[in-house]
């Protein structure tokens, strides 16, 4: 069995670099490219499927939905990190990192309490994969799968772990227990010609 760790779609967010603030949905793109995924997902096996409660990974997880005809499970421990008051603003604006390790936003989470935050999530993920009878479908955000791969999880041989950014509707397949090993990392093979970039 197996653990399916999915990065939402597009946004118009997301294209035009703007920090998002937790209602933003999918764009037309977005769209398209969570009809990709649920069909490379139809036959897949998979027969649970968890999603972040924002906006944008709960259309994603909707794709999915209509493929697999899988009931959506709500864990809002896999919302993206909370940025505070530098969500609605565009990244071109900053005169400074805002993913520094040292860097608070303000009113959002620090990276410690993003991280453990994560923790969290990932325990109620892993319980849910060893008492699911098939693989498991999650659908989450990209500060959330860097976190999980770059703290928390096992790289198969040769693969290295992956900068900040991640793919939309990109799949991670990750083995169900412990040490939960990465088997494949960070694919939007589905997607083609589709567009596949954005922030983390």
Known sequence: MSIHLIRHGETPLNAARVMQPPDTPLSANGLEQA????ARLADAGITRLISSDYARARMTAEAIEKTTGLAIEIEPLLR??????????????????????DY????????????TRVDRAWE???????????????????????????????????????PMGWLNTSVTLLDHARPWTVRLLNCAAHLD????????
């Open 193 to 200: 010609h589709v567009e596949a970039q954005g922030p983390a």
């Open 124 to 162: 109620r993920v892993a319980a849910a994969a060893l008492e699911t009878d098939g693989h498991l479908a999650v659908v989450t955000h990209g500060l959330v799968c860097h976190s999980v791969v770059d703290r928390l999880v096992a790289l198969a041989d040769g693969m290295e772990r992956p």
């Open 35 to 38: 009809a990709r995924l649920g």
């Open 80 to 101: 993206e990190r909370n940025m505070g008051d530098l969500r609605g603003r565009a990244y071109a604006e900053f005169d400074f990192e805002p993913f520094a390790p």
């Open 104 to 115: 608070a936003p303000p009113n959002g989470e620090t990276w410690e309490v993003f991280h």
